[in-house]
């Protein structure tokens, strides 16, 4: 531990962000770092626990606190206190693949179980990590790690995500030959097309790509495994493969259809926004937001990545419909610490709202009731006020009301992995609509040499979970390869 009273000495400081009105007039990235000094600060607030339930990732009351991914958290921030960057560096890349993700877009379970969080303000982990990695970058410590010797046995990936991309990594560390297959025209999957440029910028995925490449995984982008080629083919060639396709199948909304012109999965959305982006043609898309009023269903981090989408497409007006009710503004004490925090958050797009139109934008415990069109395309919608009574959604008819409406965005989750590959495959599918395996904790599924990793085999979750997914899901395809799992991340 660096210093003993650092917890009492430093305030918690979080990297700024760029101010709503500067921000919202581009796509740039919009964190903020703070100086090495400050830095240095933050991480001497972290008191070396006896129990450090940041890195546990135990399972409390059917919650998971604290880190997925192990970080030896403790460690790095005392390395960085100390001024030790590469020390902190080697103790982070060797639970976390890919720090710079998770430094930009996890919502730092850790952080929601640290100790000074107890009784105050926890350390800013988050920020500690992003610090590291991007150090690292900037001093040229980032470089391709070549394995030493070559087991010969050759792995396909299915999907570039956060899961299919550390399972990749990890698997090439130990020495086998790794193909990735992408059936869009960049890495990623949802770092890529999900989650919008101004949380993580575009460049920051082919950054890591270049040192992936470098390292001997062979990307195979434009790919659709199931389509463009089959699923016996991949079988045949490969000695191992793992599904790692992400949960896709989007939730529908009961009253929207999606044939109507201007409604819109979410997602579908934000892919096309990016593409555009980097392809240089907002210009494309513009026409459909601009001066617009747009209706986002949905209250999570895409929801949110909705708004500030919009937003800087020149959105006239954004309404948020969440069917839950708004949460407390503090802790009840049926949610104590180190539970997950269930608490009013106010996110970045909220936040540009706000300035931009005067208001917060969501509206608690209402949905969509009806949508009104005119040609084919919406013009209107039917709000509703629901309630859920014994688990049922109730409508309160006496609530309705109707707004205007040009663009609607389903922003309601997802209900499983798409089923041709699955099918293709000769794999199940259970209940839940992903990978079934044998176990909760295995990544096999029912059919020899086939695994699945990631929101495929888990479900929607976070990136971080993905990543871990990954790396588990790695370790139990080379036991199947070699006899034995060499454990080495």
């Known amino acids: 531990m660096g210093r003993l009273d650092g917890f009492l000495l430093y305030e918690r400081r979080e990297n700024d962000l760029v101010p709503p009105d500067l921000r919202i007039e581009n796509f740039d990235e919009f964190h903020e770092y703070a100086d090495t000094e400050k830095r240095r600060e933050q991480a001497a607030r972290c008191m070396n626990c006896g129990v450090p339930f940041c890195q546990s990732a135990m399972n409390l009351s059917g919650m998971v606190v604290g880190c997925p991914l192990h970080n030896l958290i403790p460690e790095w921030n005392d390395a960085i206190y100390r001024g030790q960057d590469e020390n902190a560096l080697s103790r982070l890349l060797k ?15 850790c952080e929601k179980a640290c100790i000074n969080g ?32 070559k087991s010969g046995k050759k792995v396909a990936v299915i999907g570039s995500g956060p899961a299919g991309l550390s399972a990749a990594y990890t698997l090439t560390q130990r020495g086998h030959s790794v193909v990735v297959y992408e059936r869009e025209d960049e890495i990623g999957g949802l770092l890529m097309y999900g989650i919008p440029n101004m949380k993580l910028d575009k460049k920051v995925i082919k950054r890591r790509r270049k040192i992936l490449e470098d390292e001997g995984i062979i990307f195979k982008t434009g790919c659709d495994v199931g389509r463009d080629i089959g699923f016996d083919k991949i079988e045949k060639e490969y000695d191992a493969v793992i599904l790692s396709c992400g949960a896709k199948r989007a939730r529908e909304l009961d009253a929207a259809d999606t044939g109507t012109k201007g409604v819109r999965y979410a997602v579908d959305f934000l892919s096309e926004v990016t593409s555009h982006l980097m392809n240089d043609s907002l210009s494309a898309i513009e026409g459909s937001v601009r001066d617009k009023a747009v209706v986002v269903v949905g209250g999570g981090d895409t929801g949110n990545d909705c708004i500030g989408t919009v937003i800087r497409l020149g959105a006239g007006s954004v309404t948020a419909l969440e069917m839950m009710p708004k949460p407390p503004e503090t802790r009840a004490k049926s949610n104590p610490w180190p539970q997950w925090p269930k608490v009013l958050k106010t996110d970045y797009g909220h936040e540009e709202a706000v300035y931009k139109y005067g208001s917060d934008p969501r509206v608690f415990e209402t949905t969509v009731d009806e949508v009104i069109k005119k040609n084919g395309r919406i013009t209107a919608i039917k709000t509703v006020k629901v ?4 688990g049922k959604l109730v409508k309160d008819k006496k609530t309705v009301r109707e707004i205007p409406c040009d663009l609607l965005l389903i922003a309601a989750g997802f209900v ?23 176990s909760p904790d295995d990544h096999q599924t029912m059919k020899p040499g086939v695994f699945a990793a990631g929101d495929m085999r888990r479900g929607q979750s976070l990136v971080v979970w993905a990543i871990s997914e990954g790396k588990n899901c790695a370790a139990q395809v080379d036991e199947y390869l070699m006899g034995y799992s060499t454990k080495r991340s």
């Open 118 to 149: 107890c009784d105050g303000e926890s350390v800013t982990v988050h920020d500690n990590e992003l610090y590291i990695i991007e150090t690292a970058y900037k001093n040229g410590s980032m470089n391709a790690k070549i394995p030493e010797r």
């Open 416 to 438: 499983g992995a798409e089923k041709y590959l699955a099918e293709q495959a000769g794999i199940e599918l259970n209940e839940r609509g992903t990978v079934k395996t044998s």
């Open 95 to 109: 639970t976390n693949p890919f720090p710079e993700f998770t430094g930009r877009v996890c919502p730092a379970l």
């Open 387 to 390: 309630s859920f009574k014994n």
